[in-house]
């Protein structure tokens, strides 16, 4: 928890989706939340501010039939399961600084603040709805897209329903050309850019005002003014990025401490929950006053063997799942795996053991734990197990011509890492950070140390070549913790170094941090594992 009201440091706001607690935990909710922890890192790594948001989606008409099928109250099935998402955290090792319920009255509160101020300004309005709605999603649908659907649930291929009710609405249609000119300005406000296409597009066909009340079920926070109504669940939900700072009271304590994280810097979902955070929401922070988002990104989805995964299919990876992954490969391969190899474009993922046991086998044993492994027992076994003492900046990397010394390619690299990290390029950043171990692997390869090492009088040279390898372990290692936190700790620990180090990402890796004579442990970070069964 890093995030403090004294701190002069440039704020971040990141928010994941708050996940409905009628579903379990699985591979698509820790995967979001696990690209969130990764950029909070990195950013707390520079030394920004960050607040990293997640939590339970906890109202609406599913919880309270789940509920009701199961003999309990919303409140008690709430509480279960949002303590399942809970659980998730440590396991994880995601460093959220709050966890939002829906079902908190600080929350509920603003909410009813928040509307009411809406009411106010006449963005909330008491009309009559008729027309379609997709039931599992609990969203409306407007005419032409029902058509569009077919009259059918994208989602769960259901027939829509018709629903007619005298609702408060939400002036959407106000907002068609402000959202226009905002988008026309703001060309990363969606990414990937492909996804903002699909909204620009859909924007196109017209913009309705929308249902924010229900009156057929109970299990929601009613609406100030009218408690026969309750707020719909997804302009509940939307508000919690809201409400986490404070920001529907800000007289509070809660605004006093954390109002400087709006806006956020990333609402990170799927891309099935695009309409409401680049249409909807954006409108309403527009009729509150509030700043916009600096964008939202909506990744695609996991799949499982070419198939969606579902219930019915039974193909889910889920906690039960994931727990097997870390008992044989580790938390860090896991999120090494998630930020490597997901569906950050606008291409689905397929999630296999096989294609998980190779990336796991080339990249984490055979480069990052081999070069640290090979490094730090070479060391140990010509140094004694110090630190050599050796002039590495000027060194060049490699025999190539024209080849950057260490210390400019490290720089260069830590920059490059950084940038990838702030624009939400996950698998840049690791790519980008895991060159230099490449470098260190090419430069033992090129060199062979430990055939010069035979020759006495070649100490000085091996001592040279080994300590630009430790240095560029170190400095991978620095720039692979946002991704890798307990592993590269343990590295760190192992070469020596206090911990992760301060001053930004780049000071942090710049070249010459592991002092001659330091002690350097043996360590093997990632160890082989037998391949999964065909
Ligand atoms: N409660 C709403 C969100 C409200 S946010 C104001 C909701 N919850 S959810 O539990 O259904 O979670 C949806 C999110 O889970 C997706 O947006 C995505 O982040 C994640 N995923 C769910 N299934 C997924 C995959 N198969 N693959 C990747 N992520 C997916 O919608």
Same mark, same amino acid.
């Not at 789940?66 to 109250?73: C, E, I, L």
């Not at 006093?256 to 956020?264: L, N, Q, S």
């Not at 019915?312 to 906690?319: I, K, M, R, W």
């Given at each position: 928890?890093?995030?403090?009201?004294?701190?002069?440091?440039?704020?971040?706001?990141?928010?994941?989706?708050?996940?409905?607690?009628?579903?379990?935990?699985?591979?698509?909710?820790?995967?979001?939340?696990?690209?969130?922890?990764?950029?909070?890192?990195?950013?707390?790594?520079?030394?920004?501010?960050?607040?990293?948001?997640?939590?339970?989606?906890?109202?609406?008409?599913?919880?309270?039939?789940?509920?009701?099928?199961?003999?309990?109250?919303?409140?008690?099935?709430?509480?279960?399961?949002?303590?399942?998402?809970?659980?998730?955290?440590?396991?994880?090792?995601?460093?959220?600084?709050?966890?939002?319920?829906?079902?908190?009255?600080?929350?509920?509160?603003?909410?009813?603040?928040?509307?009411?101020?809406?009411?106010?300004?006449?963005?909330?309005?008491?009309?009559?709805?008729?027309?379609?709605?997709?039931?599992?999603?609990?969203?409306?649908?407007?005419?032409?897209?029902?058509?569009?659907?077919?009259?059918?649930?994208?989602?769960?291929?259901?027939?829509?329903?018709?629903?007619?009710?005298?609702?408060?609405?939400?002036?959407?249609?106000?907002?068609?050309?402000?959202?226009?000119?905002?988008?026309?300005?703001?060309?990363?406000?969606?990414?990937?850019?492909?996804?903002?296409?699909?909204?620009?597009?859909?924007?196109?066909?017209?913009?309705?005002?929308?249902?924010?009340?229900?009156?057929?079920?109970?299990?929601?926070?009613?609406?100030?003014?009218?408690?026969?109504?309750?707020?719909?669940?997804?302009? &509940? @939900?939307?508000?919690? *990025?809201? $409400?986490?700072? !404070?920001?529907?009271?800000?007289?509070? /304590?809660?605004?006093? +401490?954390?109002?400087?994280?709006?806006?956020?810097?990333?609402?990170?979902?799927?891309?099935?929950?695009?309409?409401?955070?680049?249409?909807?929401?954006?409108?309403?922070?527009?009729?509150?006053?509030?700043?916009?988002?600096?964008?939202?990104?909506?990744?695609?989805?996991?799949?499982?063997?070419?198939?969606?995964?579902?219930?019915?299919?039974?193909?889910?990876?889920?906690?039960?799942?994931?727990?097997?992954?870390?008992?044989?490969?580790?938390? &860090? @391969?896991?999120?090494? *795996?998630? $930020?490597?190899? !997901?569906?950050?474009?606008?291409?689905? /993922?397929?999630?296999? +053991?096989?294609?998980?046991?190779?990336?796991?086998?080339?990249?984490?044993?055979?480069?990052?734990?081999?070069?640290?492994?090979?490094?730090?027992?070479?060391?140990?076994?010509?140094?004694?197990?110090?630190?050599?003492?050796?002039?590495?900046?000027?060194?060049?990397?490699?025999?190539?011509?024209?080849?950057?010394?260490?210390?400019?390619?490290?720089?260069?690299?830590?920059?490059?890492?950084?940038?990838?990290?702030?624009?939400?390029?996950?698998?840049? @950043?690791?790519?980008?950070?895991?060159?230099?171990?490449?470098?260190?692997?090419?430069?033992?390869?090129?060199?062979?140390?430990?055939?010069?090492?035979?020759?006495?009088?070649?100490?000085?040279?091996?001592?040279?070549?080994?300590?630009?390898?430790?240095?560029?372990?170190?400095?991978?290692?620095?720039?692979?913790?946002?991704?890798?936190?307990?592993?590269?700790?343990?590295?760190?620990?192992?070469?020596?170094?206090?911990?992760?180090?301060?001053?930004?990402?780049?000071?942090?890796?710049?070249?010459?941090?592991?002092?001659?004579?330091?002690?350097?442990?043996?360590?093997?970070?990632?160890?082989?594992?037998?391949?999964?069964?065909?």
């Amino acid at each position: 928890m890093s995030a403090s009201s004294e701190s002069s440091a440039r704020p971040a706001y990141i928010t994941t989706p708050i996940y409905y607690v009628n579903d379990r935990p699985h591979i698509g909710s820790a995967y979001t939340t696990t690209l969130c922890d990764v950029w909070a890192r990195a950013m707390r790594l520079d030394g920004r501010d960050v607040f990293f948001l997640t939590g339970t989606d906890e109202h609406g008409q599913k919880v309270e039939k789940s509920a009701k099928d199961r003999g309990m109250t919303p409140q008690a099935l709430a509480d279960e399961n949002s303590a399942e998402f809970r659980k998730l955290l440590g396991p994880f090792n995601l460093s959220n600084d709050d966890f939002i319920r829906t079902t908190e009255p600080r929350h509920e509160s603003q909410v009813q603040a928040f509307v009411t101020r809406l009411l106010a300004s006449g963005d909330i309005y008491l009309g009559e709805f008729n027309g379609w709605y997709d039931e599992g999603q609990e969203e409306y649908i407007t005419e032409l897209r029902a058509k569009e659907l077919d009259y059918k649930s994208p989602i769960s291929g259901k027939p829509l329903v018709r629903a007619t009710e005298k609702n408060y609405y939400f002036r959407l249609s106000a907002y068609q050309s402000k959202l226009e000119a905002f988008f026309a300005a703001n060309p990363g406000f969606v990414r990937p850019a492909g996804r903002f296409n699909e909204v620009l597009g859909r924007l196109r066909d017209g913009l309705q005002d929308v249902p924010v009340t229900r009156t057929n079920f109970t299990w929601g926070i009613p609406m100030p003014n009218a408690p026969e109504h309750v707020i719909y669940v997804w302009i &509940d @939900a939307l508000f919690n *990025y809201a $409400t986490a700072l !404070g920001l529907g009271d800000d007289k509070g /304590a809660l605004a006093k +401490d954390r109002a400087k994280f709006w806006p956020p810097e990333y609402h990170v979902i799927g891309k099935e929950i695009l309409w409401f955070h680049a249409v909807i929401w954006p409108a309403m922070l527009m009729a509150l006053g509030l700043p916009m988002p600096k964008c939202v990104y909506a990744h695609s989805f996991w799949i499982r063997n070419g198939q969606k995964m579902s219930k019915s299919l039974g193909n889910f990876v889920d906690l039960p799942t994931i727990e097997t992954f870390f008992t044989k490969y580790g938390v &860090d @391969a896991w999120r090494w *795996y998630m $930020t490597t190899q !997901g569906p950050l474009g606008t291409q689905d /993922a397929d999630f296999s +053991d096989k294609h998980f046991h190779e990336i796991y086998t080339a990249q984490l044993v055979n480069t990052f734990a081999n070069c640290a492994s090979r490094t730090s027992s070479m060391i140990e076994k010509y140094f004694g197990g110090a630190m050599p003492e050796a002039e590495t900046a000027s060194m060049p990397v490699s025999g190539a011509a024209g080849a950057p010394s260490w210390s400019a390619f490290t720089d260069a690299t830590a920059k490059k890492t950084l940038a990838h990290y702030e624009a939400f390029e996950l698998a840049e @950043a690791a790519d980008a950070a895991l060159s230099i171990v490449r470098a260190v692997d090419l430069l033992i390869n090129e060199t062979a140390p430990f055939k010069l090492a035979k020759d006495p009088a070649n100490l000085p040279q091996v001592a040279r070549i080994l300590a630009a390898c430790a240095e560029g372990v170190r400095t991978a290692a620095v720039l692979l913790s946002p991704i890798m936190p307990a592993k590269c700790e343990e590295v760190l620990a192992a070469y020596g170094s206090g911990g992760v180090g301060t001053g930004g990402m780049v000071a942090a890796a710049r070249w010459g941090g592991l002092k001659a004579g330091t002690r350097i442990a043996k360590c093997a970070p990632f160890m082989r594992t037998d391949p999964p069964a065909a």
